[in-house]
């Protein structure tokens, strides 16, 4: 065989670390048991491994246990390719069966069970009898072993099962073959006055008084480019420095060359995937997921997707009447030292319902919803924040005029049902929609 072919075998086997776990297994048996039987199994007392019969009666609960924990695994694992089947793509089945750490704990759950029988085999006696003592030290190590891979191992399919833990798995790999084939040293992009991401991740958490600190020590102001849930690719544009307002031209110079790029990258946290700690759009993004696949062949639950909008009405409501974050943060001395872009009111209205319309303008129980929604919203908001849900509205009617050539068909899709609109207010949403009452 040639060392392309075996370098090929040994990376795409499922069964050679499994197996290689129990060749190992079965030899520290037999070695640990070796020397049980030379001292006579006097080298470790039985005070610290039990008589001989809770001996067995420990290491046939743990041989039991070990079964149902390679069923687990092996189950997993064929759940995680039926749904990656299923739902994504066949092509990503090889890389799922070729995962490690499902690999290792088959491999040490199958090499405990061994060891744990071979051993069984050696006690002898009941209340008095001998006890490779030995043997068993190994197996309650075995045993500890296998309780904290269960506990990884879990942690690990249930980050793996996630559309981002398929979508990692694939980009990771491919990102490593670059590495290897070009070198890690990323496109580096933004100009003098940027600094740039070391690494691709969703920024989940920033860390902004100590970003301001950094700014007033280096008399600058920084610029955090992606708003908060967003993507950053390597070498692409982290922040941007700029010099502060009072700075004259003989000292502004170049304010990011006062900085080094360390003291604020490890200030903001990148991930695979968003979380809601400091992403509320994050919490909007799911709900409309929810929604628009609810609607969609084969699904086509509109009641679903009501119960989305229901949530997504409230969160709006909830920030409606409220400032939205102005994104600038000041020093002690009221200077302002972090500028971040953040989501406005009509950036809120369209990702709550702009996906929704579209795709749900032939559902009238969607379309009446959506009214419903827009009409309450419109008597919380303040007048600067009318035009989104006016716009909302005028698409709305539009969209279903589209759908129905009837016009009474129309007028029913677009006038709600007042049941469930929070307010109890007696909501007529036809005529502001140019449309005669229902």
Request: glycine share 8%; charged share 20%.
């Amino acid at each position: 065989m040639s060392i392309l072919r075996l370098q090929r075998f040994v990376r795409s086997s499922m069964w050679l670390l499994p197996v290689g776990c129990l060749i190992v297994g079965v030899l520290l048996a037999v070695a640990t048991l070796a020397v049980d039987r030379a001292t006579g199994y006097g080298l470790v007392p039985q005070s610290v491994t039990g008589t001989p019969a809770d001996a067995q009666t420990i290491l046939s609960s743990f041989a039991t246990a070990l079964v149902s924990l390679t069923s687990l695994v092996l189950t997993v694992t064929l759940v995680a390719v039926q749904l990656a089947m299923g739902q994504f793509s066949p092509r990503i089945v090889g890389a799922l069966l070729a995962d490690r750490w499902s690999q290792l704990a088959v491999g040490l759950f199958g090499a405990s069970f061994l060891v744990v029988v071979l051993t069984l085999r050696e006690i002898r006696g009941s209340t008095s009898g001998t006890v490779p003592g030995l043997a068993m030290l190994l197996c309650y190590s075995l045993m500890l072993a296998s309780l904290v891979v269960l506990v990884l191992f879990v942690h690990h399919a249930g980050q793996g099962l996630r559309a981002a833990g398929l979508i990692d798995l694939v980009g990771d790999r491919s990102h490593e073959f670059i590495v290897r084939e070009h070198g890690d040293q990323p496109v580096l992009t933004g100009g003098p006055d940027a600094i740039v991401a070391e690494e691709p991740g969703n920024v989940i958490r920033v860390d902004r008084p100590a970003l301001v600190a950094v700014a007033r020590e280096a008399d600058c102001v920084l610029e955090l480019v992606p708003v908060v849930g967003d993507f950053v690719v390597g070498g692409a544009p982290l922040f941007r420095v700029h010099p502060t307002t009072r700075s004259t031209a003989s000292t502004a110079g170049n304010p990011a060359g006062r900085i080094r790029a360390s003291d604020l990258t490890r200030h903001v946290l990148l991930a695979s995937e968003r979380v809601h700690t400091e992403d509320l759009a994050y919490g909007f993004r799911k709900l409309v997921d929810v929604a628009v696949r609810s609607i969609a062949q084969p699904f086509n639950d509109p009641t679903t997707t009501v119960q989305a909008l229901h949530r997504l009405h409230d969160l709006l409501r909830q920030i409606a009447p409220r400032p939205l974050l102005s994104g600038e943060h000041r020093d002690g001395d009221g200077v302002v030292r972090l500028v971040e872009r953040t989501v406005s009111w009509d950036g809120y209205v369209r990702l709550a319902f702009d996906e929704i319309r579209l795709a749900g303008a032939s559902e009238p129980q969607v379309t009446r919803k959506l009214c419903a929604a827009l009409a309450d919203l419109k008597s919380v908001a303040p007048p600067d924040r009318q035009g989104p849900l006016d716009r909302q509205l005028r698409l709305l009617s539009s969209a279903v005029r589209r759908c129905y050539e009837d016009e009474e068909d129309v007028v029913a899709a677009l006038t709600p049902d007042t049941e469930g609109i929070g307010s109890g207010a007696d909501v007529t949403v036809a005529p502001a929609l140019g449309l005669p009452p229902g």
